[in-house]
């Protein structure tokens, strides 16, 4: 039996998810992870996340990029900013490998003889209290086995891909995603969501509003660093069906602050919380005289896009923290899962329960 994600504890979130809940349900983005577990020595905890705006079509879209607290690293962001298009994948790993994950990318894009040239897009938080990670665990290979892996549909969460050794409000963190379909007066678009979450303080945890970090207070990582600082980091992945011009799409991904907010993070001075919106609406073919066609919604418009960005990054978070499970890693460091049964009572103590629905 597959376990729960955070809806179907009785959490109750804001706005109407897709049918996958994940950022899967905007129609052509694709996601694949590569896992890599092995035992002590060893202990690599760790991995790759590919997520590709458009499955394997080469077609460049509209994106951009926000950074709330800038400690970490997203590559190719330059010339996100400059040209507000973005070609190719959008890559998750751990903080040192972002090099190889790039030189993959490279590889895999000039291995299928595509047109135009990448500046790849990765993205990095640190797994080192679980992961040997000076030990440059990733390769190539592995960075290609998620990009091979990437596929539409329920995306895998937790332990996995980029996320496999992270950490998120002293429980045991990882990837998590969501999506929202609006209504159809505001356009029926849909937007999703996709965090690798490694931030956080354990007694800002709050979910649907319940103190759940000051009222879970043990299970703390083993053994915990200094003074049990925040874990480091966040990267969120913003996808949308909605004809948006870069600009709007910088907007979007200021808007994941304010989901982050919600769960109790605030971008400390440690932490790497960096956001990439894209939206999938096509191009208008050029001109003879180098010209698009574009569509882009009013900005009259945007509220609701704002308001499904913040509901979809708020449930990736929780998803993360709910898929995820008990890790031992390097050195016998620990980190623990959020016990479920405990967020439920929590939750019921503060009436946030859906008690009809939770199971």
Request: with cysteine; net charge neutral; proline share 6%.
């Amino acid at each position: 039996m597959s376990k729960p994600r955070a809806r179907d504890l009785g959490i109750p979130f804001d706005g109407t998810p897709g049918a996958y809940n994940a950022i899967t349900d905007v129609a052509g983005v694709t996601v694949g992870h590569t896992t890599l577990i092995s035992p002590p020595p060893a202990a690599v905890r760790t991995g790759v996340t590919a997520i590709l705006p458009r499955g394997h079509n080469s077609a460049p879209v509209f994106g951009a990029w926000h950074t709330l607290n800038g400690c970490g690293e997203m590559t190719g962001t330059t010339w996100l900013t400059e040209s507000g298009l973005l070609a190719g994948p959008v890559m998750l790993t751990n903080t040192m490998s972002v090099g190889v994950v790039a030189d993959a990318v490279a590889d895999w894009w000039y291995g299928e003889t595509r047109p135009a040239f990448v500046l790849p897009v990765v993205a990095e938080t640190y797994d080192g209290f679980l992961n040997d990670i000076r030990g440059r665990h990733v390769r190539e290979q592995h960075a290609l086995s998620a990009l091979a892996a990437a596929a539409s549909g329920p995306v895998a969460e937790g332990n996995v891909g980029g996320g496999t050794g992270m950490i998120c409000h002293g429980f045991k963190g990882g990837i998590g995603t969501a999506s929202r379909v609006l209504a159809d007066k505001d356009g029926g678009y849909t937007l999703g969501v996709l965090v690798q979450a490694n931030h956080g303080a354990r007694e800002r945890l709050t979910i649907a509003g319940a103190p759940v970090g000051a009222e879970i207070a043990d299970l703390r990582p083993e053994i915990p660093r200094a003074a049990d600082a925040p874990s480091s980091s966040i990267i969120a992945v913003v996808a949308v069906d909605c004809p948006l011009l870069p600009h709007q799409l910088r907007r979007l991904a200021q808007r994941v602050s304010l989901g982050i907010g919600r769960v109790g993070g605030l971008g400390e001075n440690g932490s790497g919380d960096i956001f990439i919106a894209f939206s999938t609406a096509a191009l208008g073919p050029e001109s003879a005289a180098g010209v698009h066609q574009v569509g882009m919604l009013a900005n009259s418009r945007m509220d609701a896009l704002f308001a499904a960005t913040v509901q979809a990054t708020e449930e990736a978070i929780v998803n993360a923290l709910v898929a995820a499970e008990d890790m031992v890693g390097r050195q016998g460091h620990k980190a623990y899962a959020l016990p479920v049964d405990r967020l439920q009572a929590v939750l019921r103590k503060h009436s946030r329960l859906l008690e009809g629905t939770a199971r």
